[in-house]
């Protein structure tokens, strides 16, 4: 079956701009995590959704960073007033209910912000 | 705060060789432990975890990894690497209490395999 899926999967912005990042998950998923990797590094829990609701958002690096799940399904990774330090690949994961069945993770969103 | 060490950056075995990729964590209690794999233009894929008993937990790809609490290590083998290996490796810790599963990674090894 398909597995999780984001979109773009290149996303070059200006300093200053709105960028949304989209996550598909696996389908009947009701667990969604959203990571960044940056280069060189090992990929930084940012934000966890239960079905529709954020249960865990302790990652989001300040304010700007804002993400939904409307109807617990797709979610998007929204950014505000996009700085040079979001620079990042943005790596999307999904699990079946219960705690630590295993995160299926998409094949990431890479953003540049010049 | 809970923390991962993979001390190696960057490793190169020969095909055929055997594979030892270290990881060090840093938790107040035992953690659980993961090993994922990243392949270029591939999501990360889980290829072995570690929750409680034996402390050599079997992987995919003829993968394993021995935890050893006194060592605070998880460090992950392979008796004979193919080519096909080459990738990073993420080492990751999750916590044992909460209701989130979310994961902190290593900075990763990557491992080149030489012909």
């Known amino acids: 079956g398909a597995g999780v899926s984001q979109t773009p999967s290149n996303k070059v912005t200006e300093k200053g701009k709105y960028v949304e990042l989209r996550c598909d998950p696996i389908s009947g998923h009701t667990a969604l995590y959203w990571y960044r990797q940056s280069l060189g590094q090992g990929p930084e829990f940012l934000i966890y959704?239960?079905?529709?609701?954020?249960?865990?958002d302790s990652g989001l690096p300040n304010d700007r960073f804002f993400a939904v799940r409307p109807e617990g399904s797709v979610s998007t990774l929204k950014i505000q007033r996009t700085e040079r330090g979001d620079s990042a690949v943005y790596l999307c994961?999904?699990?079946?209910?219960?705690?630590?069945?295993?995160?299926?993770f998409g094949p990431g969103t890479r953003l540049t912000v010049l | 705060a809970q923390s991962v060490t993979q001390p190696d950056i960057h490793i190169t075995v020969s095909e055929g060789a055997s594979l030892e990729l270290r990881c060090n964590y840093s938790?107040?209690?035992?953690?659980?432990l993961f090993w994922y794999v990243q392949s270029p233009g591939q999501g990360l894929q889980l290829l072995l975890k570690y929750f409680s008993g034996d402390t050599l937990v079997q992987g995919i790809k003829g993968f394993e990894a021995e935890f050893k609490r006194s060592q605070s290590s998880f460090n992950l083998r392979k008796p004979s690497v193919h080519w096909s290996d080459a990738a990073e490796y993420f080492c990751?810790?999750?916590?044992?209490?909460?209701?989130?599963?979310?994961?902190?990674f290593g900075t990763g090894t990557r491992l080149q395999v030489t012909l």
């Open positions: 994961a999904s699990s079946s209910s219960g705690r630590y069945n295993e995160q299926f």
């Open positions: 938790y107040g209690a035992t953690p659980y």
């Open positions: 990751a810790v999750g916590p044992t209490t909460g209701t989130a599963s979310k994961l902190t």
């Open positions: 959704f239960q079905g529709t609701g954020a249960a865990d």
